[in-house]
């Protein structure tokens, strides 16, 4: 099964029940791919270093990690710099903060478009004659 799992990381949906709770049968496989996550056993889902692994692999793998790793930053700031969709599976409280929102964004500018918060980004900045002028985008939509 582990030869299996490093070919293939989906293969442990076909492991024994047992098996999708070996750490280190989990760990071979997430490494392979990310989001095999979902076929480890529940505590393994709460493993946070076994979550991260799963996420650098692949950030969409946020979505089968338990609750209490969607709401945590380093958990999901490394799930955005992964993934562009990762960003939809944190907790509610993490997407409505602008700062996370706003760091999530200068790790993978895409990683944030279902944020809940307003995140501003300047694009450029010119003093002249005592004026400034500037270009902004709001959020991820393009409108300046």
Excluded: M
């Excluded at 799992?5 to 392979?32: N, Y």
């Excluded at 990683?111 to 004026?131: N, W």
């Amino acid at each position: 099964v582990l030869e299996a799992v490093r070919q293939k990381g989906s293969a442990l949906a076909w492991a024994a029940i047992p098996l999708q709770g070996d750490r280190e049968l989990v760990l071979e496989a997430v490494r392979q791919d990310g989001n095999a996550l979902c076929f480890a056993a529940d505590p393994l889902k709460a493993d946070r270093e076994l979550v991260l692994e799963a996420v650098r692999q692949n950030g969409d793998a946020l979505r089968w990690a338990a609750d209490p790793l969607k709401a945590d930053c380093e958990v999901v700031l490394e799930a955005a710099r992964h993934s562009r969709c990762a960003w939809r599976w944190a907790a509610d409280p993490l997407q409505a903060d602008p700062l996370l929102s706003t760091e999530a964004c200068a790790a993978n500018p895409f990683a944030v478009q279902d944020s809940k918060s307003l995140v501003c980004t300047v694009l450029d900045l010119i003093a002249a004659e005592g004026t400034y002028r500037f270009r902004v985008v709001l959020g991820l939509s393009g409108k300046e």
